[in-house]
């Protein structure tokens, strides 16, 4: 695939996933009335945590369709780099939300995993405060690149553990589908962090591990907002 085909992938799925994350965050704000009140905590839950994903991803996809349309990464790192900045800190408590909504739609209880994970939430911060992670460029140093999204992976990767091993014991099919996406998009993403430095063309990578939260999105609301398709809340599995 030629550079200007590769941008030009990148810029329309960039802009035609912001429209779809946005829009699916106004169905799911103004068609709150429509969630059974059981159910409504949960997706609210929901709600919020794709506002953070949007939010964060508004910086980071569109600062870099910004910098495309501006002359390009070279003449735009700052751009590029805020804009990556702002989607790893709501990423980050994009998974914590996530982590309450397990522990609410299974009626868990935070333990020394759960806990842990939270641990890892200030020691990515803090990791990301450091000068060294140089923010200002469009590319991520190597080292603190890697470092950095160690603990994002810790935190995720214990979510998906926790969705799929309590979704299968309780038979709750809406949230193993969840889980395995947030399984495929950590193995999209693997790739991309570890490489795509050496291999940009890697990077494409990121198009379906978007499409992954966008999944996720949909069968939130899919499972919650649809009167009919909503599916009962799970016993505790504790």
């Known amino acids: 695939m030629s550079e200007e085909a590769r941008i030009f992938v990148e810029v329309g799925f960039n802009v035609l996933y912001l429209i779809i994350v946005w829009s699916m965050n106004g169905f799911m704000s103004i068609r709150m009335e429509k969630v059974q009140q059981k159910d409504q905590k949960i997706a609210n839950l929901f709600r919020w945590a794709f506002i953070l994903l949007a939010i964060g991803d508004t910086g ?19 751009l590029v780099g805020v804009g990556a900045l702002a989607t ?7 998974y914590v939300v996530m982590l309450y909504i397990w522990k609410e739609r299974f009626h868990g209880k935070f333990g020394l995993l759960e806990y842990m994970l939270l641990a890892s939430v200030p020691v990515r911060l803090i990791v990301m405060a450091f000068p060294q992670n140089d923010w200002g460029n469009s590319i991520p140093p190597p080292f603190w690149g890697l470092f950095r999204n160690l603990f994002l992976v810790i935190l995720g ?11 299968v014991k309780a038979k709750d099919r809406l949230f193993r589908w ?3 996406c947030v399984l495929f998009s950590f193995l999209f993403y693997a790739p991309v962090i570890l490489y795509a430095r050496e291999i940009p063309i890697i990077g494409m990578l990121m198009i379906p591990k978007t499409v992954m939260y966008v999944a996720i999105q949909f069968l939130a609301y899919t499972g919650l907002w649809t009167t009919k398709a909503s599916v009962p809340l799970p016993a505790s599995v504790n």
């Open 178 to 180: 969840m889980g395995y």
């Open 60 to 78: 980071h996809v569109g600062f870099r369709v910004a910098a495309y349309a501006l002359g390009g990464f070279e003449k735009n790192k700052l």
């Open 157 to 167: 990767v214990g979510v998906l553990y926790l969705y799929l091993r309590d979704s």
């Open 88 to 94: 790893a800190i709501t990423v980050t408590f994009f």
